[in-house]
């Protein structure tokens, strides 16, 4: 079946420019995470969704990020004012039930270049 | 000092050796761990959980010491297609976000 996808797979700003980074879950899981992952670097969290609730956001690294899921399916992630060090790839991860500790499924991720 | 630590490598490793990662974590509310794989430009995919009991899946054996706070993982008998990076991850509970590790680069050598 589908897993998760995420678009677009790359994409190049310009120092403060607006970007918009879009997945699309696993048809049914409930649960939605964002990660950023620096070069050499882990993931790390940004934000969670259950359903269209936003539940976390304490990684977020500034007001210029900002998540949401208005249908409790598909998420857009935007980034505002983009910065040198946005740099990053922003992966997306859905998983089923929340609170039974399902696996956590990742999309290809969106590679994000701010020149 | 981040949640959860691991050697970032490179490992260099022949054929057929075996090769074990450490990683320790610093939150002790951490109830949940796993090591996932991660190919390069690729997206990270779970490779197994970790059990106090320790759990093995072929040639991939696990290990949870919670009293130390400590976990590893053992690859043995290493194949060119081991070569990519394993992350150390741990979860408070549930649902909650995962932590990971930097990573451990392993390069299996013909």
């Known amino acids: 079946g589908a897993g998760v996808s995420q678009s677009p797979r790359y994409k190049v700003a310009k120092r403060g420019q607006d970007v918009a980074l879009r997945c699309d879950p696993i048809?049914?899981?409930?649960?939605l995470f964002w990660y950023q992952q620096a070069l050499g670097q882990g993931p790390e969290f940004l934000t969670y969704?259950?359903?269209?609730?936003?539940?976390?956001k304490s990684g977020l690294p500034s007001d210029r990020f900002f998540a949401e899921r208005p249908e409790g399916s598909v998420s857009t992630l935007k980034i505002q004012r983009t910065q040198q060090e946005d740099s990053a790839v922003y992966l997306c991860?859905?998983?089923?039930?929340?609170?039974?500790?399902?696996?956590?499924?990742f999309g290809p991720g969106t590679r994000l270049t701010v020149t | 000092r981040k949640e959860v630590e691991q050697d970032p490598g490179p490992f260099n490793v022949p054929e057929g050796a075996t090769v074990a990662f450490n990683c320790t974590y610093s939150?002790?509310?951490?109830?949940?761990f796993f090591w996932y794989r991660q190919d390069c430009r690729k997206e990270p995919k779970l490779l197994m959980s970790?059990?106090?009991s320790g759990n093995e899946d072929g040639r991939f054996t696990a290990q949870l010491n919670r009293a130390s706070q400590y976990i590893s993982l053992l690859i043995r008998d290493s194949k060119l297609s081991d070569s990519a990076t394993y992350l150390c991850?741990?979860?408070?509970?549930?649902?909650?976000?995962?932590?990971f590790g930097k990573g451990t680069r392993l390069s299996v050598i013909a």
């Open positions: 048809s049914g899981h409930v649960s």
């Open positions: 939150n002790s509310a951490s109830q949940s």
């Open positions: 969704f259950q359903n269209e609730a936003q539940l976390d």
């Open positions: 991860a859905s998983s089923l039930v929340p609170g039974q500790g399902e696996e956590q499924y």
């Open positions: 991850v741990s979860r408070n509970s549930g649902n909650t976000p995962l932590v």
């Open positions: 970790v059990y106090s």
